[in-house]
């Protein structure tokens, strides 16, 4: 074979390999975009419901085409495991406008904290997320509440922010420990 055929078979090779390339970097995109807890209306009867597409699964048929979408958890299962999924349309339409980080993100941004009054800013995922404050003035965080819960908790609940809820759940757990101190004009 002549220096030709070799040329011809290593251009093929990395013709191979960019298609694989491609591919793969398909699926780790359809796996990222569709991980994460979602919270969609339940077509059944209208209420939110907290699900998970199947990122895995949609990852692995992005390695061959088009990825069909098909639930992993549902908050309605295992009553309603036997339902059609038609929520997934949702899904497929805003697939970042559904993702209970994003519905958190876009409640708390420009909301003031209940407490203290300051600005709540970027919510901060991995340390000092804010809270919520309860018509009694208990707090609570947000990724305590079920996720199918969380539209009806900011109706009821105020945003705070960390350090208030923190001091909150010091006062109401520990109150041995805390002395308050009035705060006066030129302290």
């Not at 090779?13 to 807890?37: C, H, P, S, T």
């Not at 597409?53 to 390695?63: C, M, N, Q």
Request: aromatic letters at 10%; proline letters at 6%; glycine letters at 6%.
């Amino acid at each position: 074979m002549g220096s030709v055929g070799y040329f011809v078979i290593y251009g093929l090779a990395g013709l191979v390999v960019v298609f694989l390339l491609v591919r793969a970097a398909l699926a780790a995109r359809a796996y990222i975009k569709f991980r994460g807890k979602r919270l969609v209306t339940c077509p059944e009867n209208a209420k939110p419901a907290a699900v998970d597409v199947d990122a895995k699964r949609a990852g692995a048929e992005a390695l061959v085409g088009t990825p069909h979408l098909h639930l992993s958890e549902c908050s309605r299962w295992p009553e309603k495991r036997d339902c059609g999924q038609w929520c997934l349309k949702q899904i497929e339409l805003a697939p970042e406008g559904c993702l209970v980080r994003s519905i958190v993100t876009n409640w708390y941004k420009g909301k003031n904290c209940a407490i203290c009054g300051r600005l709540i800013h970027e919510v901060d995922w991995m340390g000092h997320k804010p809270a919520l404050l309860d018509p009694a003035h208990k707090t609570v965080y947000w990724d305590a509440v079920p996720a199918e819960r969380l539209p009806e908790y900011f109706t009821t609940h105020a945003p705070i922010c960390w350090d208030c809820h923190v001091a909150q759940t010091l006062r109401r757990e520990h109150p041995e420990l805390v002395t308050e101190r009035p705060w006066r004009w030129g302290s």
